[in-house]
């Protein structure tokens, strides 16, 4: 079972009770059930972590790094303009896909831009509670997990090379 680590920014410890008209109604704990339950159906071993503190946010990512696993990253507003975030991702050694509940592209302006894009193989954004169980799917094929043989080589390329969109 290929471990991944779903990592969480700022404020999304508050989910359910922070602006449910953009973010939802469920909880962060909800939203981890949910990834764990998405994780078994995959085969995938699904860590679930938030923190609020852009530090340790890239000491994950360093570990990551090290042990060469997969992340799916919602950044919150680390997205727009955390550049030492940008550069941990950069050396990452496993697939990443920055995940959204909302569509950053649909919302203010500044938060239609997001540093970390380039770095990633691909953003999912706008549909919720879904966009990390989509994400996950996606982690699944790029590493063959699921029975899937993805071909991790040309989803990595095109991310890597900043093809990958946000929104």
């Known amino acids: 079972m290929r471990q991944v680590l779903v990592l969480n920014g700022p404020n999304l410890g508050r989910l359910g009770s922070r602006e449910p008209d953009v973010y939802g109604s469920a909880s962060f704990e909800e939203l981890a059930l949910e990834c764990r339950e998405a994780g078994r159906e995959l085969d995938l071993h699904v860590e679930v972590r938030q923190t609020d503190d852009e530090a340790e946010l890239i000491g994950w ?3 990551a790094i090290d042990g060469r696993l997969p ?3 919602n950044p919150a507003a680390f997205t727009h ?3 030492a975030l940008r550069d ?5 050694t496993a697939p990443l896909v920055e995940v959204h509940l909302s569509n950053p592209a649909a919302r203010e302006a500044f938060r239609h831009t ?3 894009a380039a770095v990633a193989d691909g953003t999912v954004a706008g549909f ?3 966009s990390y ?3 996950l799917h996606a982690i699944a094929d790029m590493t063959g997990g699921a029975g899937q043989a993805g071909d991790a080589g040309q989803a990595g390329g095109a991310g890597r090379t900043g093809a990958g969109a946000q929104g």
């Open 88 to 92: 941990a991702l950069a050396m990452r």
């Open 71 to 73: 992340i799916v990253l």
């Open 128 to 130: 919720g509670l879904m």
């Open 114 to 116: 997001s540093v970390v």
């Open 61 to 63: 990512v360093h570990e």
């Open 81 to 83: 303009y955390s550049y």
């Open 133 to 135: 169980r989509l994400a």
